[in-house]
């Protein structure tokens, strides 16, 4: 009988062990060795333990695949953000838990990056994921000026 207790004790501590080293850790590096960013943008994100969650391109549109904002670039980066937001919480996730994201802008110019950092560092105040700006001729939609993807990582 002791000998059952003593296995049932050890799978216990063996459960709950395992489950405290798979919590969600996340490390943002920043070297000093390298320019420094701005407070929108990490240089790295280390992650160990949690739940991934890939996230497809987001974009400034309605349900019934209506783009928002037609030729007004601000309104679509916040649009685009809101839809991102809305994916991240039916994922039961938040804009923190985002560990990489990737941007597609058309026709990107100073005053789109002006705009964009501003949305940005109300989307994800503390933190921000490691991201990836890159300049595109065309989106899915002739109308589309910005498509966001991310990873996020919950707990």
């Given at each position: ?84 937001r809305t994916v991240l ?30 949305e940005l560092k109300n989307f994800v ?31």
């Amino acid at each position: 009988m002791k000998s059952l207790i003593r296995k049932a004790l050890l799978l216990t501590l063996t459960v709950l062990l395992g489950k405290a080293t798979l919590a969600q850790q996340k490390q943002f590096i920043n070297p000093d060795s390298l320019p420094p960013l701005s407070k929108n943008y990490s240089q790295a994100v280390k992650v160990s333990g949690g739940n991934t969650i890939y996230i497809a391109g987001q974009a400034s549109v309605n349900g019934k695949k209506e783009i928002i904002g037609r030729g007004d670039f601000k309104t679509q980066v916040i649009t685009t953000l809101a839809n991102l937001r809305t994916v991240l919480s039916a994922s039961k996730a938040t804009p923190a838990d985002l560990v990489k994201i990737n941007i597609y802008v058309v026709d990107l110019s100073a005053d789109k990056l002006l705009i964009l950092r501003d949305e940005l560092k109300n989307f994800v105040t503390d933190n921000p994921p490691v991201s990836t700006l890159i300049g595109v001729q065309a989106l899915f939609n002739k109308d589309a000026m910005i498509e966001i993807d991310g990873i996020a990582v919950t707990k």
